[in-house]
């Protein structure tokens, strides 16, 4: 995410952000986004986008880091790393992850791959110490730690992570072909292929559907299987499987062809196709998926019914936004979902609507509609509702989402679920809340623009912009293995032209762009003409390598401690004395790796994204100090914000020292020498 260096970012956010005449509000400048046309879509574009960075103002994805294992957390609440509540966000930042978060998110994804069940290995202490089947992947992992099933609720009745397992492979593999790192490749492919055999463990052969049980799907544990006859619950042709497993089985196909494996490819390509019919059962007459079908019939979630009579959202949305299903029934999709008020009661989409009639439990307390999996709100399931009205061209329900996101994100109260139909938070008496599934909206709103499909040997853009915009600039780039993309839009309506590098480019049509990888330069700045617009040459800015300045000893840092009324300033806190002898040496060393050809490497990133989140702490409070930033109302929620800002600096940095110390025992030349710029670095100051 190294675009701007922070000062440059934060005087065009100030522009941005400063009052303007009525002659200039058809233009913005902003931290990560330029253009024309509708000015507030533009700045919710770059505020979404600043929230994936360090921000002096917004909560962001780098006070999510956790230096025990080197990667992201769920939250400061949930130490640990989910499959479904990642599931959101992870998908819509992929394009936009650099280093060090692609080091991070790898690091977080190997607690499910590198525990992943095996049928002989132990989960999590009692009562999760289940023995998973291989290639079953789970619900959620630390370190040392696995639960292979849904843990809450009546777990005895609790199938395997069916979905978990299926999410965890499209991620995975989305991964891959964006990196396109053949050593990964070879790495993961094997578990993910082990992924998808499990799966097909439960395939009906009969039909084509998968067999699910309680709490095997992803929004667990609202599906309960079938109910039996005798009370008892059994497995149930679930949707949400099948599309999951569709979408997942879309990219494991072009991972076995970019890593030269046809035959392979032709097995997973067989496997989808059969799904693909099987799915085609589980279609109501109006064109949506229901939920579930028992083995004695019996449909569940056809809107209206007497019994089960509700509309479930994510195999619905999830269809639209992986393209299971194709254009004529995602359309009809939206249409159900958008004539169903109950469904976006707060704009945000629930799981479902009305109540479930179908749970294995009564719909009390915590299983109450409008609370947890029964209608509570989960950000991770909003941005796959994002992604699916980009593609549809229903920007202004994107618009109303992202709105409603901002009344949350002010208050730096990001949390997950939303109670109360996504109305207010789940945990009030913290004084503030962070989950990672809150950044879905914001990224997805960002990735819908061009929505971006990766196959082994081309990425295909397909442009949504709204129509009143008719300017676009991305001034930060899109990952495309090692290459890096700059996308900007002129006009408004279908594709008519398109330049890379100021060059005619013809591999389009009316809808998409296609970029072969053996075709694009290795930084591309793409210009995409609409409706027949002139295009206007785009120059990006060039990446910045030299080093984030370090912030200074100041009053900004007084914030953290003001002195009594009447007494002279007191000096900054020793931890930020410290925290800035910290920078120096990670200054300093920066500098170092950049004079010895290393300054694309992980450690160097990680070393300027602990720079810049030091320089946002500092900017901050630069602000609240000169009242150029509305403090949080509550005194509490305040002290406890400003102590994230600390916290994510020094976690970085820790992390990082953590990490290099590692290096000093590698047997990988580039690591032995960063290990010695380290020590340099310390015995130098």
Not at 182 to 204: S, V
Request: net charge negative; with cysteine; charged share 20%.
């Amino acid at each position: 995410m190294n675009t701007l260096g922070l000062c440059q970012a934060w005087i065009l956010l100030l522009v941005a952000a400063s009052p303007l005449s009525a002659a200039q509000e058809t233009e913005f400048h902003g931290r990560f986004f330029h253009g024309q046309g509708d000015v507030e879509y533009l700045r919710l574009l770059d505020t979404a986008r600043r929230t994936l960075a360090p921000d002096p103002e917004f909560q962001n994805l780098p006070m999510l880091y956790m230096p025990s294992w080197n990667g992201l957390v769920e939250g400061p609440t949930w130490d640990a790393w989910w499959i479904q509540n990642s599931y959101g966000t992870t998908y819509s930042v992929l394009p936009f992850f650099e280093e060090p978060f692609t080091t991070f998110l790898q690091n977080s994804h190997d607690l499910w791959f590198d525990q992943m069940g095996d049928g002989q290995r132990v989960g999590a202490a009692p009562p999760f110490d289940w023995v998973a089947p291989d290639g079953c992947l789970c619900d959620a992992a630390r370190p040392g730690w696995i639960v292979y099933r849904q843990g809450d609720g009546r777990t005895q009745l609790h199938d395997w992570g069916m979905e978990f397992t299926a999410a965890g492979l499209l991620m995975q593999s989305e991964l891959l072909l964006i990196s396109r790192d053949a050593d990964a490749i070879a790495r993961y492919l094997p578990k993910l292929e082990r992924c998808a055999n499990f799966i097909e463990t439960r395939r009906d052969p009969a039909n084509n559907l998968f067999l699910v049980g309680a709490a095997g799907n992803l929004l667990a544990p609202s599906f309960a299987g079938w109910k039996k006859p005798d009370g008892t619950y059994g497995k149930a042709y679930h949707a949400g499987l099948s599309v999951t497993y569709l979408a997942a089985l879309d990219r494991l196909i072009e991972l076995e062809l970019l890593a030269g494996r046809p035959e392979q490819a032709q097995r997973q390509r067989q496997r989808r196709d059969t799904a693909r019919q099987g799915l085609a059962q589980l279609v109501t007459d109006e064109g949506y998926f229901i939920n579930s079908l028992d083995p004695d019939g019996t449909r569940h979630g056809v809107f209206g019914a007497a019994r089960h009579g509700y509309f479930e959202t994510s195999p619905n949305q999830d269809a639209i936004a992986f393209r299971v299903a194709d254009d004529v029934q995602a359309g009809r999709i939206y249409e159900r979902i958008a004539s169903i008020p109950g469904l976006r009661p707060h704009q945000f989409i629930l799981p479902n609507y009305p109540s479930y009639d179908d749970m294995y439990e009564e719909p009390t307390g915590l299983w109450a509609f409008g609370t947890w999996v029964n209608g509570g709100h989960w950000s991770t399931c909003e941005a796959r509702m994002i992604l699916g009205y980009y593609r549809l061209g229903q920007f202004e329900d994107a618009r109303r989402s992202l709105r409603h996101w901002l009344t949350f994100a002010e208050r730096f109260r990001l949390d997950n679920p939303l109670v109360k139909f996504g109305s207010e938070v789940y945990q009030p008496n913290q004084p503030i809340n962070l989950t990672y599934d809150a950044f879905g909206p914001p990224a997805a709103f960002v990735r819908g623009l061009f929505e971006y499909l990766y196959r082994a040997d081309e990425l295909t853009l397909l442009p949504h912009v709204p129509p009143g915009i008719t300017r676009l600039e991305q001034w930060f780039p899109v990952r495309f293995g090692s290459k890096r993309l700059y996308l900007a839009t002129v006009g408004s309506g279908p594709v008519t032209g398109v330049t890379v590098n100021g060059k005619p480019w013809t591999a389009f049509d009316r809808a998409s762009i296609v970029l072969p990888y053996d075709q694009i330069p290795q930084t591309a700045a793409i210009e995409v003409a609409l409706g027949h617009a002139t295009p206007l040459g785009f120059n990006p800015p060039p990446p910045q390598l030299s080093p984030p300045k370090v912030p200074p000893n100041d009053r900004a840092w007084l914030q953290l401690q003001p002195p009594p009324p009447g007494q002279a300033a007191a000096s900054a806190p020793p931890e930020i004395v410290q925290l800035l002898a910290d920078a120096t040496r990670l200054h300093r060393f920066q500098e170092l790796l950049r004079q010895d050809d290393l300054a694309y490497t992980y450690p160097a990133a990680h070393a300027r994204l602990a720079l810049d989140a030091l320089a946002a702490a500092h900017h901050r409070f630069t602000l609240l100090a000169d009242d150029k930033l509305q403090p949080l109302a509550n005194p509490v929620s305040r002290a406890a914000a400003d102590r994230l800002y600390l916290d994510t600096a020094r976690k970085l940095c820790d992390g990082l020292a953590q990490m290099l110390t590692t290096y000093g025992t590698a047997t990988d030349p580039d690591k032995l020498r960063m290990a010695r710029l380290w020590q340099h670095c310390a015995s130098g100051m």
